[in-house]
């Protein structure tokens, strides 16, 4: 082979050798460029990625924190993520709610609350901390009535007995909180039946019944699983309930519509609202896995010791509810003068 020949080929490898490397470069390139764009368009982590809390805006102890706790504890297991319930009462739910609708609209923040925060306060309050378009609801779990308890210092020993009373002197209600149901209950009780009271609100059901066992106040409508264990013992006595029906866990005691007061009867509605724009396929989730839990034997039986009724309400039907507690509780609140204390 000749010299020439030689560096002919020489220099044709050498010229495909470059060729090749600049083709290598450009996918390089071309990789390096695409690869942004591809992270970009990368789906999310399923739903849920990470803990997820429960914040309820009523103190430790109170049937909200028992049935969220019995909740998260279910969700945890369905959804394989830690569920955490976190306290965060005050000023009749709206210190809870507020940290709510301000948080992002992840779904890694739900509130788990009571009505009254959203149906009691906005018509009680001079102002609210958020607006109503800042949360929308992601269940309407239970409602349950309430009952009248009075302390053991307390002479009459039916409600008739004790409107007497209260007529001729005031008496002292206490309740869960400004704008609970137990205040409002308690203001429309004084309106029916020409009662004088005197309103001491307290940070939840749960002090609130400590308060009428040591005889700070005289009586209270609150909610009936804490008030049960002390009328059993015979610490409180029970004087009416303020649901249509008879309690289950109170038999014997008459309801308020017996007694002639058709006027105090209504319900606490359990609720769990999400920031609004929160995403629909997120809401779908825990909306799904919350279906579930409420299917549960040993929810069922939670709820049963709560006094609560299953509503296990979602979207239009939830919606509405809330609405026409909203539109009775503003003219109670209108018609009773019914002021935060």
Same mark, same amino acid.
């Given at each position: 082979m ?18 090749? $490397?600049? $083709? ?14 591809? &992270?970009?368009?990368?789906? =999310? ?36 993520q ?5 306290? !965060?009462?005050? &000023? ?16 890694y ?6 009505d ?12 609210? @901390? ?21 302390? =053991? ?11 007497? %009373?209260?007529?001729?002197? @005031?008496?002292?209600f ?9 205040h ?6 004084? =309106?029916?039946?020409?009662a !004088? ?20 106040? %005289? ?9 049960? @264990? ?66 549960? @034997?040993?929810?069922?039986? !939670?709820?049963?010791s ?5 509503? &296990? ?13 909203l ?15």
């Amino acid at each position: 082979m000749t010299t020439g020949h030689l560096m002919t080929t020489f220099g044709g490898a050498r010229r495909r050798l470059a060729l090749a $490397a600049v $083709a290598t470069a450009a996918a390089c390139a071309a990789l390096s460029l695409a690869a942004p764009a591809a &992270a970009a368009d990368a789906p =999310s982590p399923a739903y849920p990625a990470k803990a997820v809390k429960f914040l309820t805006n009523f103190p430790a102890g109170g049937p909200i924190d028992i049935l969220g706790r019995a909740l998260a504890d279910a969700l945890q297991k369905d959804l394989k993520q830690p569920f955490i319930v976190d306290n !965060r009462p005050g &000023a009749g739910g709206n210190i809870g709610a507020d940290l709510v609708a301000k948080s992002p609209a992840d779904g890694y923040t739900v509130l788990l609350g009571i009505d009254s925060t959203f149906t009691i306060n906005p018509h009680l309050y001079p102002s609210m @901390p958020f607006a109503a378009k800042d949360l929308k609801p992601l269940m309407v779990f239970s409602s349950s009535g309430l009952s009248f308890g009075v302390a =053991s210092s307390v002479k009459a020993r039916t409600l008739p007995e004790f409107i007497a %009373q209260a007529k001729a002197e @005031p008496a002292t209600f206490s309740s869960a909180g400004n704008g609970s149901p137990g205040h409002i209950a308690a203001e429309i009780f004084a =309106s029916d039946t020409g009662a !004088r009271i005197t309103h001491v609100p307290y940070k939840g059901n749960a002090p609130a019944v400590l308060a009428l066992m040591g005889n700070e106040v %005289q009586a209270g409508i609150l909610a009936t699983p804490g008030l049960l @264990p002390q009328v059993q013992s015979g610490k409180l006595r029970a004087l009416a309930v303020t649901g249509k029906q008879r309690s289950p866990l109170l038999p014997e005691v008459p309801t308020v519509g017996e007694l002639g007061l058709k006027g105090l009867e209504f319900e606490v509605l359990y609720v769990a609202m999400v920031p609004a724009a929160t995403p629909e396929p997120v809401m779908q989730t825990l909306r799904q896995s919350l279906h579930k839990a409420m299917a549960l @034997p040993e929810i069922k039986t !939670r709820l049963a010791s709560l006094d609560m009724v299953p509503l &296990a309400e979602t979207g239009a039907a939830a919606s509405e509810h809330l609405a026409g507690n909203l539109a009775r509780y503003g003219r109670i609140v209108k018609a009773t003068g019914m002021k935060v204390d």
